[in-house]
């Protein structure tokens, strides 16, 4: 596993080091220099609404008789936010389970629904942007056709994981061959206790996680339209919520870690149909970044104290 995680992070690296050998990069450091301070400040102090919004829909996810407070949520969703910045298509966030009163199998599942929610919206609003952006953009329309087929692939995989039978008979032969034999009885649990609350989830809590959802994300790009602010990008916060869908899921993309380099190409391409040039778009895809390594940073001390 860990040689996985340095051969897919090289990847991303590659693609960095790669669009930094094309930019001036005199340009870019002049980017960081002459940046607004003021929406920086603003962009960072909304990362606290987002993370509260974020908390609570996950927690609402939770039985009743396995809830942690607030206070609790917020620790443990934070955590798990800086492990995942360390892991490929931030798979550590689904450390959350160890703060959890539940079985791992009935926790994993909260945080599972909860990210599916925030993907499948993401790509709703993805759908849409790509058709918008690149409409015009004879080059890059089967891009779109692409994406949306990535969608595609996306609901296959979660009417795949509802069928236990199915998910069982092709995971046994990853179950045996991966799962140490100390571990293979937990294992075997768990993953009843997962299919056996799966049955069991409460389609209103999960529409209200969706809308929740819906809320946390352009929220989110109320946080980063300020840091383009910050940037002189000039954009309207509407551009900024044709872009961030697209940009964020291909951070999710297991080829980097904490998506450097899968994010910037991406930050290129896009901001490119508003007339923005590869290093000011740099420097705003570096910008998400720090601000991403602000919270992880954070995560990662709260996970050190309870490990």
């Not at 929740?212 to 954009?235: D, E, R, Y």
Request: with cysteine.
């Amino acid at each position: 596993m860990k040689n996985y995680f340095r051969l897919f992070g090289l990847i991303g690296i590659g693609i960095f080091i790669y669009l930094m050998s094309t930019i001036n990069l005199n340009l870019l450091l002049d980017s960081f220099k002459s940046m607004n301070y003021t929406y920086l400040l603003i962009s960072l102090l909304l990362i606290i609404p987002v993370v509260f919004v974020k908390v609570i829909k996950w927690l609402l996810l939770i039985d009743k008789k396995d809830k942690i407070s607030l206070s609790e949520g917020v620790f443990a969703w934070v955590a798990g936010f800086g492990i995942g910045m360390l892991t490929p298509g931030k798979v550590g966030d689904f450390t959350k389970v160890k703060f959890l009163k539940s079985k791992p199998g009935k926790s994993f599942l909260t945080i599972l629904v909860d990210r599916l929610n925030d993907i499948f919206v993401l790509f709703i609003l993805g759908i849409f942007s790509v058709f918008i952006l690149f409409s015009n953009k004879t080059h890059l329309a089967n891009l779109s056709y692409l994406f949306l087929l990535f969608f595609v692939f996306f609901i296959i995989g979660i009417l795949i994981l509802r069928n236990e039978k199915l998910i069982k008979k092709i995971g046994m032969p990853f179950y045996k061959v991966l799962v140490p034999k100390k571990f293979k009885g937990i294992a075997g649990e768990n993953i009843n206790i997962f299919y056996e609350n799966f049955n069991k989830l409460n389609k209103n809590k999960i529409i209200i996680n969706f809308l929740l959802s819906v809320l946390a994300w352009f929220g989110c790009f109320i946080q980063f339209w300020f840091l383009s602010l910050a940037f002189g990008l000039n954009l309207s916060y509407i551009s900024i919520c044709l872009i961030m869908p697209v940009l964020i899921l291909v951070q999710l993309i297991p080829i980097s870690i904490s998506g450097i380099g899968t994010r910037e190409a991406a930050a290129v391409l896009l901001l490119s149909t508003f007339g923005i040039s590869p290093e000011l778009a740099i420097a705003f895809s570096l910008g998400i970044m720090v601000e991403d390594y602000i919270l992880g940073g954070i995560g990662l001390l709260c996970w050190l104290k309870v490990k």
